[in-house]
């Protein structure tokens, strides 16, 4: 770790809003990747955020505010990430089903897909289920990616398998979940194609579901 990661670590668990994009591009100028700062500052800053939280030490405007400071770094460097914007190597639907608004890792699994050369449809977060596939129909993707971190709106990704069997898609079309409620367990449960932890983990798992199509 650095000064400079450690100090945007602190803004954004304290929410230091006006400094997170300053302390964004210190760490940039001091040589850090814009992959590095993602997951090992703007991330991990959320992680203490949401320990602080579940110990009733943070309640949720301070969340909130966390979560709008880390976005002035994110802005900043997402794009870096996804310089391979518009590619041909693949269509993905992306998005945060209906009910839910977390929308942070679901942005970043999108600008490490863009990057990788892949048309991304990012649908955005609290997004119904059956719109998400009518997308992926008009665009004929390859793959639909969901992501949701509750626990509540889990049975969406439990309604997509269901509506592509009835549809007589499943298998043509791959669904990759994703986000803090999901699991392997229930990847495999549901009939999803592919769960991975992360988003580094999400873009390669794309790439190899592309691969072998
Ligand atoms: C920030 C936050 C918020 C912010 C969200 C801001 C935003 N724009 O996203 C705000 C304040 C709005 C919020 C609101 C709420 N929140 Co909240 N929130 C969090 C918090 C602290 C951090 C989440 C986060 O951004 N993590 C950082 C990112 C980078 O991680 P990530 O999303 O998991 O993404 C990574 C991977 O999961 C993966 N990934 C993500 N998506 C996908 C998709 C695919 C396809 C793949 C393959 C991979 C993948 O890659 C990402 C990067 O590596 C979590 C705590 C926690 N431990 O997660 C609670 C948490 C998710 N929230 C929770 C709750 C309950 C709520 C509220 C209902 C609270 C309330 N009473 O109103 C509301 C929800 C309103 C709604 N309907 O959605 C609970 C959910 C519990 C549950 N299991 O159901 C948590 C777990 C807190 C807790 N311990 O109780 N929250």
Redesign the pocket.
């Known amino acids: 770790m650095s000064a400079e990661l450690d100090n945007l670590i602190d803004i954004v668990v304290t929410g230091k809003i006006k400094e997170a994009k300053d302390a964004t591009q210190k760490a940039l100028d001091a040589g850090h990747a814009p992959i590095e700062i993602?997951?090992d500052s703007?991330?991990a800053a959320?992680?203490i955020?949401?320990?602080k939280?579940?110990a009733k030490q943070?309640f949720?405007?301070q969340?909130?505010l966390?979560?709008?400071t880390?976005?002035q770094g994110l802005n900043l460097v997402l794009p870096m990430l996804q310089a391979g914007d518009g590619g041909d190597k693949g269509t993905v639907v992306?998005g945060?089903v209906e009910?839910?608004?977390?929308?942070?890792?679901?942005n970043?699994?999108k600008a490490l897909l863009t990057g990788t050369g892949m048309k991304v449809f990012d649908m955005g977060?609290?997004v119904p289920i059956k719109d998400m596939l009518q997308k992926a129909k008009d665009e004929n993707a390859d793959i639909i990616?969901?992501?949701?971190?509750?626990?509540?709106?889990l049975d969406a990704m439990k309604q997509m398998e269901k509506m592509l069997k009835e549809e007589g898609l499943k298998g043509k079309m791959k669904t990759?979940?994703?986000?803090?409620?999901?699991s392997k367990d229930f990847a495999d449960q549901i009939g999803a194609d592919?769960?991975?932890?992360?988003?580094?983990?999400?873009s390669k798992?794309?790439q190899q579901i592309i691969a072998a199509r």
């Open positions: 993602v997951f703007l991330a959320m992680e955020v949401g320990q939280y579940a943070y949720l405007p969340v909130l966390s979560a709008n880390l976005y992306l945060v009910g839910d608004v977390h929308d942070i890792g679901k970043i699994c977060k609290d990616a969901e992501s949701t971190l509750m626990t509540p709106t990759m979940i994703g986000g803090g409620a999901t592919a769960w991975t932890y992360d988003a580094v983990e999400c798992v794309a």
